[in-house]
C-alpha cells in the first residue's frame, strides 16, 4: 500500500477551516491565522495524509466520515492536556449541562480519577447506583467488559451516563474485600439537591449540620436556606459537611463560601497563563458570627477546596479531616466554551489560590487544622453501615427514645438468635470529632462571657 503524497496546500486550507470552524471560530481570524503560519502549523499537513490513508484503505468506512475523524483528532488533542479538560460533542454536552443544573440522565455517581483509575467520590442518594450499594471509595475497574485504567473524564461521562431505562455493567474494586465486585445497574433521570432534607438538622440543642454533596447552580441558595432554617432552631455553630464533595461551578463555591466571610476579604484568586489576576471578594453580609466546623476528606475537590481554603485562610473556622489526608488537590479553574452544532469544549484555563495565596494544584491539596483519629478501616465500616453524618443520642447528650415494651411471640421464642456485625454501634467518629471542637469553643466562649 502506497502513502499519499503531499496534498495541495488548498486541502490543507480546508482542513484548518474546517478545524478552527468547529472550534467556534470564525472564517475571517481562520484568514488571518494562515496568513502568519510556521513550520509548526505546517506539521498539521501530517493530519491531511492520515485522514487519505483512513478513508482510502481503512477496514470499516462506515467509521471514517471527516467529521467522526476531526471529532476524533479533537478529543485525543484536549485529552493531551489534563485530566479535567475535556472537548464534549452534542449528547456529552447537553447532559454535562443537566449536571450542572440538579437533573440528568445516568447512575448517579459523583466521581474523579485518582490514581488513574475512577474512582466514586459519593454515590448520589436515592439513585441507581446508591440502591445498588455502590459506595463511596469504590474503584469501577471495567465498564462494559473494558478497563478503566488512565481512563478520561469524557470516556467515563460517555459510557456511565444514556437513556433511562438501559443498563450499564461495571465491576468494582472495593477496599477490604478480596474480589471484585460485580453489578449491572438500570439507568434512570437522576434529579437531585445539593442539599438532601435529612442532611440539614440540629445535632443538639445549640450545633447544626449540613451536608452540601454538590456545587450545582442553586446550591449556595440551598445552603442559605438551610443556615436559615437552622439558625431559627437555635444554632449557634455549623458543621459544613464537604465530604466526598467533589466541586462544581466556580461561581457557586465564591458565593457559598460568601455566606460565612465579611464584605471585602478575598475568597479566591486565579491567575491565566498570562499571569492575570483575577481576584473574588465577599459582598454579602455573613449570615451570623456562629461557630463553624467544615469536614473534608481527600475526595473533597475543586469547590470544596475552594470553600475550606477561604474559611481556613480567612480563620472563620477550623477544617477537620481523617488523620494522613489531605483533600484531593484539584487547583485549576475550567471555563467552559460553547462552540458550533451544540458542542461544547471545557478548557483549564487558570491555577487558583486561597486567599493566603496558596496553591493546591498537583494533589497537594488542603491540611486539616484538626486531624481525627480514625483509620482507612474504620472509615470504611462507617461508610458501609451507612452511617455518615449519624451519632447516637448519647455523643450528643441525649436520651435515646423510649421504645414501646415489646410483647414476645411463641414463634419469636423458638427462632435462633439474630447475627449482628456490630452496626448498632457504629456511629461517624469524624462528624463527632468536629461536635467536640463546635462544642469545646462554645464552652470557651461562655466562660469568656462570664469573666466579662
Partial sequence: MSAPGNKPFVLLFALLL?????????????????????EELKQLEII?????????????????????????????????????????????????????????????????????WLTVIAPLP??????????????????????????????????????PGTTVHIVIARRGESKLIEKTITREIINTNAV??????MLDGSIGYIRLRDFTRDAAEEVESAIQELRLQGMKGLIFDLRYNGGGLLNVAVKTSDLFIEPGKVIMSHKDN?????????????????????????????????????????????????IGHKTLGKGS??????????????????????????????DQGLTPDVFVQITDNQRDAVRKAGKIGYLTPELVGQKPKEEAPH?????????PPKETNGEESIYDIELYTAYQCLKGAEVLLSLGAAQN
Fill in 196 to 201: 438532601e432534607k435529612e442532611e440539614k438538622r
Fill in 333 to 362: 479553574v475550567q471555563t467552559l466554551y460553547d462552540l458550533k452544532q451544540g458542542a461544547s469544549l471545557k478548557l483549564t484555563t487558570a491555577k487558583y489560590y486561597t486567599p493566603s495565596g496558596r496553591s493546591i494544584e498537583d
Fill in 126 to 163: 436515592g439513585t441507581p447506583a446508591d440502591k445498588a450499594g455502590v459506595m463511596s471509595g469504590d474503584r469501577i475497574v471495567e465498564i462494559e467488559g473494558e478497563n478503566t485504567r488512565n481512563i478520561n473524564i469524557d470516556q467515563v461521562t460517555k459510557k456511565l451516563k444514556g437513556e
Fill in 48 to 116: 491531511i495524509d492520515i485522514m487519505g490513508m483512513i478513508q482510502k484503505d481503512y477496514v470499516n468506512p462506515e467509521k471514517t466520515k471527516t467529521q467522526d475523524l476531526i471529532n476524533g483528532a479533537i478529543h485525543g488533542m484536549v485529552s493531551k492536556l489534563d485530566r479535567y479538560s475535556v472537548y464534549m460533542e452534542k449528547d456529552e454536552a447537553k447532559e454535562f449541562n443537566d449536571q450542572t443544573q440538579g437533573s440528568f440522565g445516568g447512575l448517579g455517581i459523583q466521581f474523579d480519577i485518582v490514581d488513574g
Fill in 18 to 38: 474546517l478545524i478552527f470552524l468547529s472550534l467556534g471560530i470564525g472564517v475571517q481570524r481562520s484568514v488571518l491565522a494562515l496568513d502568519d503560519i510556521d
Fill in 407 to 415: 410483647k414476645v411471640s411463641v414463634e419469636e421464642a423458638f427462632q
Fill in 274 to 322: 498570562r499571569g492575570v489576576e483575577t481576584k473574588y471578594y465577599a459582598e454579602k453580609k455573613p449570615l451570623g458570627d456562629f461557630l463553624l466546623a467544615i469536614l473534608v476528606n481527600e475526595y473533597s475537590a475543586s469547590a470544596s477546596e475552594i470553600v475550606a481554603g477561604c474559611i481556613q485562610d480567612q480563620k472563620r473556622g477550623v477544617i477537620v479531616g481523617p
